[in-house]
T-cell receptor
Framework: AQKVTQAQTEISVVEKEDVTLDCVYE???????LFWYKQPPSGELVFLIR??????QNEISGRYSWNFQKSTSSFNFTITASQVVDSAVYFC??????????????FGQGTILTVHP | DTGVSQDPRHKITKRGQNVTFRCDPI?????LYWYRQTLGQGPEFLTY????????KSRLLSDRFSAERPKGSFSTLEIQRTEQGDSAMYLC???????????FGAGTRLSVL
């Protein structure tokens, strides 16, 4: 069985602060994918990033960066110089890379990020 | 725009009534998924289709739930004899151009009174 844990239920920061959202996962699969999605107040889940299990290179996209550490089963997400528009619920998710149930996403409970002006 | 349209966006119904939701991907996608999201929780997998074939159903999907994808394009999710516990956001997703990335529709929010 797969499991994703986002221990931070809510985070509140002031604009321009850096913030890190934690994600820890459990899986018995040797190959898998990890994801981050953003859910703004409108409700639509927006894809941010996909990382496969055999690529531990960290990734940076503008103000966003992701730190994948297989040894600790973590896939953390950092927003640098946060902005009010970053306020949303962020979900970490996991799925298998192949075999049965391929594609089925297992989500964490989400972290509510509020960025104050 | 993710290219996935869901209708209706909101549905209010009385307990015991039947409801049907529709998911329309703009372009062809082999795989289509349904998830349910209750307040304060992450989405939970319900079922998925590979073209017309329904390949997996979650234990969350009781006998009152049925899903179809008759022509391998749009999909419907029906809930019979709704219960208050069915109140949730129902999300549809499709695989994008890059395999194994799912793009979600805006969801249908169901309220059972």
């Amino acid at each position: 069985a797969q499991k994703v844990t986002q221990a931070q239920t809510e985070i509140s920061v002031v604009e321009k602060e850096d913030v890190t959202l934690d994600c820890v996962y459990e899986t018995r699969d040797t190959t898998y994918y990890l994801f981050w999605y953003k859910q703004p107040p409108s409700g639509e889940l927006v894809f941010l990033i996909r990382r496969n299990s055999f690529d531990e290179q960290n990734e940076i996209s503008g103000r966003y960066s992701w730190n994948f550490q297989k040894s600790t089963s973590s896939f953390n997400f950092t927003i640098t110089a946060s902005q009010v528009v970053d306020s949303a619920v962020y979900f970490c998710a996991l799925n298998r890379a192949g075999g049965t149930s391929y594609g089925k996403l297992t989500f964490g409970q989400g972290t509510i990020l509020t960025v104050h002006p | 725009d993710t290219g996935v349209s869901q209708d209706p966006r909101h549905k209010i119904t009385k307990r015991g009534q039947n409801v049907t939701f529709r998911c329309d991907p703009i372009s062809e996608h082999n795989r289509l998924y349904w998830y349910r999201q209750t307040l304060g929780q992450g989405p939970e997998f319900l079922t998925y289709f590979q073209n017309e074939a329904q390949l997996e159903k979650s234990r969350l999907l009781s006998d009152r739930f049925s899903a179809e994808r008759p022509k391998g394009s749009f999909s419907t999710l029906e809930i019979q004899r709704t219960e208050q516990g069915d109140s949730a956001m129902y999300l549809c997703a499709v695989d994008g151009d890059r395999k194994n990335i799912q793009y979600f529709g805006a969801g249908t929010r169901l309220s059972v009174l």
